[in-house]
């Protein structure tokens, strides 16, 4: 029994030591993702802004979902004004950029050359390196006392790191995933209330010439001679 005594121990005071040294965890430079899906009016333009640190780094990718031809203007500029990316009438876009300066960036989309048909929007963020103030590895100096365990707290902390960026890339793919989907199936609805509508006009067209022909077919048999008695 004292063996499994002594095991008992070493992890009792591994566990604690964890929970009460590892609250810097929170400190972890990871990437910060964000969605949106919203509607654009015909004819009006709507901005975004995202507060940026130096030498972070910010990606976004929209798609339009529905509206008449699938296009929308997109631009993004700098906290001093400056175009940074510029698309026209495009359906989908990615752009990823460096922060060179700290301030609000803004990103627009734009739909003022449709007068009609109105847009549904969806874009993603993916913020990283925008907690800069602290070291990722200051945890290292809280860490003491545990040299003579086997584990390694650097191994685990690398692995965890590992599968949550493995598992945010899975969210952002799912997300996607969930986009071209719906924007698959607001065509294919369009698609299917274009084939009725037109479906029906056919339909119509035909009843009308089938009874037009009706009508001269009998014209040509009937005896328009008036007979005397």
Same mark, same amino acid.
């Given at each position: 029994m004292e063996p499994v005594r002594v095991v008992l121990w070493v992890l009792s005071v591994f566990i604690s030591l964890v929970s !009460? #040294?590892?609250?810097v965890k929170a400190s972890f430079s990871q990437a910060t993702d964000s969605d949106f899906t919203f509607s654009l009016p015909a004819g009006r333009k709507e901005c975004f802004y995202q507060t940026m640190k130096k %030498?972070?780094?910010?990606?976004i990718e929209y798609q339009v979902l529905d509206g008449a031809g699938l296009d929308v203007d997109f631009f993004i /500029?700098?906290? /001093?004004g400056q175009l940074l990316f510029h698309d026209e009438r495009k359906s989908d876009g990615v752009h990823t950029l460096e922060t060179l300066e700290d301030g609000d960036y803004m990103f627009c989309f734009d739909n003022t050359f449709s007068s009609v048909s109105e847009k549904?929007?969806?874009?993603e963020l993916i913020l990283d390196n925008m907690d800069m103030s602290e070291d990722p !590895?200051?945890?290292? %100096?809280?860490?003491?006392?545990? !040299?003579?365990? !086997?584990? =390694?707290?650097? $191994?685990?902390?690398?692995?965890?790191?590992?599968? =949550?960026?493995?598992l945010g890339k899975s969210t952002q793919i799912?997300?996607?995933? #969930?986009? @071209?989907e719906a924007r698959d199936?607001?065509?294919?609805?369009?698609? @299917?209330? #274009?084939?009725? @509508?037109?479906?029906v006009v056919n339909l119509v067209v035909m009843m009308v010439v089938s009874a037009v022909q009706v009508y001269l077919v009998r014209s040509l048999f009937e $005896?328009?001679? =008036?007979i005397r008695t």
């Amino acid at each position: 029994m004292e063996p499994v005594r002594v095991v008992l121990w070493v992890l009792s005071v591994f566990i604690s030591l964890v929970s !009460d #040294r590892l609250v810097v965890k929170a400190s972890f430079s990871q990437a910060t993702d964000s969605d949106f899906t919203f509607s654009l009016p015909a004819g009006r333009k709507e901005c975004f802004y995202q507060t940026m640190k130096k %030498e972070a780094s910010l990606e976004i990718e929209y798609q339009v979902l529905d509206g008449a031809g699938l296009d929308v203007d997109f631009f993004i /500029s700098s906290p /001093s004004g400056q175009l940074l990316f510029h698309d026209e009438r495009k359906s989908d876009g990615v752009h990823t950029l460096e922060t060179l300066e700290d301030g609000d960036y803004m990103f627009c989309f734009d739909n003022t050359f449709s007068s009609v048909s109105e847009k549904l929007v969806f874009f993603e963020l993916i913020l990283d390196n925008m907690d800069m103030s602290e070291d990722p !590895d200051n945890w290292k %100096e809280h860490i003491i006392g545990i !040299d003579t365990l !086997d584990m =390694k707290l650097e $191994d685990i902390m690398d692995t965890i790191n590992n599968v =949550k960026s493995r598992l945010g890339k899975s969210t952002q793919i799912q997300t996607l995933l #969930r986009a @071209f989907e719906a924007r698959d199936r607001n065509i294919q609805e369009s698609n @299917f209330e #274009r084939v009725n @509508f037109w479906s029906v006009v056919n339909l119509v067209v035909m009843m009308v010439v089938s009874a037009v022909q009706v009508y001269l077919v009998r014209s040509l048999f009937e $005896d328009k001679r =008036k007979i005397r008695t």
